[in-house]
């Protein structure tokens, strides 16, 4: 059968967007997305740059080995498919992440955010995972990533019957504006019945 797509502006939609469900479990998973993968988080230029310059409000969190790596490394990196992403320490970790009381790695960026110390969250790549979004000349291509360290994020999904595209309703929103999101929560409210098959 012929893979269907959703157009919303720039953005083409795989209809898996519509149709799967999720919600991160991070009690389970324990932060998987920040540590695994063959390189860091997609970042632009103008992200990296905000990083830097916020790096004092959230250095505290970082462990001194992190602290090390940025030193070294810097704020951003060219991986080895070309792609600014953000560094990575030990074994493919985030560079910007730290463990808390529970184990769990979480994004220090964030923490900062969440305590009121910066204004920015964290990259908008890491906010819409497991949504990656590819942006080519003309248009962005929006399609879920479904790997094994979110399964616990599929299992919770499922049992609060929560659409991945409501939960990711904020970063979606980020990147596209309100505008956007109200037309495209429209159209994946009154899809033709054949698409959601």
Not at 79 to 108: H, M, Q, W, Y
Not at 129 to 145: E, G, H, L, M, S
Request: negative net charge.
């Amino acid at each position: 059968m012929k893979s269907k797509m959703l157009q919303i502006g720039k953005a083409i939609i795989s209809l898996d967007v519509l149709q799967k469900e999720f919600c991160c479990d991070i009690e389970k998973c324990k932060g998987a997305c920040c540590v695994d993968g063959d390189s860091g988080a997609p970042v632009t230029s103008e992200e990296a740059e905000i990083i830097e310059s916020l790096y004092p409000d959230f250095k505290d969190y970082l462990s001194a080995e992190n602290i090390a790596e940025i030193e070294k490394q810097g704020f951003s990196v060219i991986d080895s498919d070309g792609d600014l992403v953000t560094p990575i320490v030990g074994n493919n970790e985030c560079v910007f992440t730290f463990r808390d009381e529970k184990g769990i790695t979480k994004c220090a960026i964030e923490r900062a955010y969440f305590d009121k110390k910066t204004p920015f969250r964290k990259p908008v790549s890491c906010h819409l995972f497991p949504i990656r979004i590819t942006a080519y000349k003309r248009f962005d291509a929006v399609n879920y990533q479904q790997l094994d360290i979110c399964k616990s994020g599929r299992v919770c999904g499922k049992s609060q019957g929560m659409p991945l595209w409501k939960y990711l309703r904020e970063p979606l929103t980020r990147q596209y504006g309100s505008p956007w999101y109200e037309e495209f929560t429209y159209a994946a409210e009154h899809l033709p019945g054949e698409l959601n098959d």
